[in-house]
């Protein structure tokens, strides 16, 4: 299993994709934001699981989908010393 770790950017882009729905729907923000933590989720066991993110071409920055939205990750690979 991995860690994930979430940018600043990552959240803040989140909370506002919830403010925008909230407008709405506070119900289907929180809905959303749940799908988004649910989704990454996966990410910990399966961190190769996402594609390569096309205009990038690099092996450790990929993409996940969740309906219209792109989960942009990065994997970082740390030497451990066991």
């Given at each position: 299993m991995v860690n994930v770790n979430w940018t600043k950017r990552a959240l803040k882009d989140i909370d506002h994709i919830a403010d925008y729905i909230a407008k709405d729907s506070v119900h289907?923000?929180?809905?959303?934001?749940?799908?988004?933590l649910d989704k990454v989720e996966i990410l910990k066991l399966f961190p190769n699981i996402g594609r390569i993110v096309p205009e990038k071409g690099q092996s450790d920055?990929?993409?996940i989908n969740?309906?219209?939205?792109r989960i942009i990750y990065r994997i970082e690979y740390i030497n451990s010393t066991s």
């Open positions: 289907y923000a929180k809905i959303q934001v749940r799908r988004f920055i990929r993409e969740l309906g219209n939205y």
